[in-house]
C-alpha cells in the first residue's frame, strides 16, 4: 500500500532545499524571453546588429515595466539580435542549463515565429535550431523539451492561418500551439478558425487568457479554441463561477508570479492569488515566462513566492510540481516516473526532516 506524505512533518526550513530538488516540468516559457542582456550583446556583435542600448547594464535599466505592452515592446527589441539558426539554438542551449540547474524534467517552450518571419528568417531557421537544442537537452542534460508555436494576437488570424501553412513542413518538430502577445482588444475568439484546424492537425492548443484580459476571455478559450491549458488565467479570481468550472474541469493554469508583480497585474507576491487558486482546487502551475526580464527562474519564482506566502508549505509545494508534470504534454509513463521521484523526495522530507538543507 502506498503511504500518505505527512507534509505536516516537513518544517518551512526544508522548503528550499526541497524545492531546489523536486522534478519539475516548466510549461510557460517563452523562449525569446530567456534571452538575458549577455547574450543579447554577444548575439548583436556577432550579427552586426545595432542595438538602441549602449551597454548590458543600460540594458537591464530599461527593464522598468508598467504593464504588458511596456515590457512587449522591450521584448520584440531583444529578438531583432536572432538571425541564423546557431542563434537560436544558442538561446535554447542557454535555457536549458539554468533549466537542468533548477531539476526541471521537461520543458515546453513557447516560440513566436512571426517576430523572426516579419524580419526575414525563415521560419525553417527558427524552428530547426530550436529543435535541435531540444535533442541535445535530452542527450545531454536529460532534460526533456518540446515546442509550442504561439501565435501573435496583435497580428491578424489571416497571418495567424499563413503561419501555421510555413510551419507545416516542421510538424514532427512542434507539438502544440499558443497565443501570446498584447491581450487587451485581442480576445481569443479572433482565433477560433485557426485553432479548428490546429485541432484538425492534431496540436495541442492552449492560450494566454485572463493575464490583461478579462475572465470572459479565459471562457472563450475554453469553448472557442478548445485549449488544454489556459497560460496566466489569474485573473479567473474575479468570478466565483469560472473559478468552480475550471477546478470541475482540473484545467491547468499555467500562472507566473514574478512576470504578474513585474508586470504590474498583481502589486506583490504576498497579494499574488495563487494560493486562492490552489485552495480553490484549481490545477495550478508556477512558471517563469520571461525569465531574463522578469528577474527569475523557475526555482526562483517558487522560492520568492513561498518567502512572501507564509500560508503557502510543504503540501503547496507538492501539489505545484506535481500540477506541473501532470499538466504536461508528456507521455503518461514519463509523468508517472516523475511523479514517483517526487514521491520519493517528499515521503523522505518527511521521514527524516533534520536531514535536509538547501542545496542545488
Ligand atoms: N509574450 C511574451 N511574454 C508574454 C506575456 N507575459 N503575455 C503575453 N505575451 C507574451
Ligand atoms: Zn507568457
Redesign the pocket.
Known sequence: MITEIDFDRIPRSALPGLLARAPKAELHI?I??SLEPELIFALAARNGVALPYDSVEALRAAYAFTD?QS??DI?YAGASVLLHEQDFYDMAWAYFEKAARDHVVHAELFF?PQTHTARGVAIGTVIEGLSRACVDAQARLGVSGALILCFLRHLSEEDALATLDEALPYRAHFIGVGL????RDHPPSKFARVFARCGELGLHRVA?AG?EGPPAYIEEALDLLKVERID?GVRAIESPALMQRLARERMPLTV?PL?NVK?CVVANLAEHPLPQLLAAGLAVTVNS??PAYFGGYLNQNLQELFDAQPNCGARELYQLARNSLEASFASSQCQAAWVSALDTQFRQAAAAPAALTRSD
Open positions: 517563452h525569446e524571453g504588458l515590457f512587449l521584448y513566436d501570446d502577445s498584447s491581450e494566454h493575464e496566466h507566473c512576470s508586470l515566462d520571461d
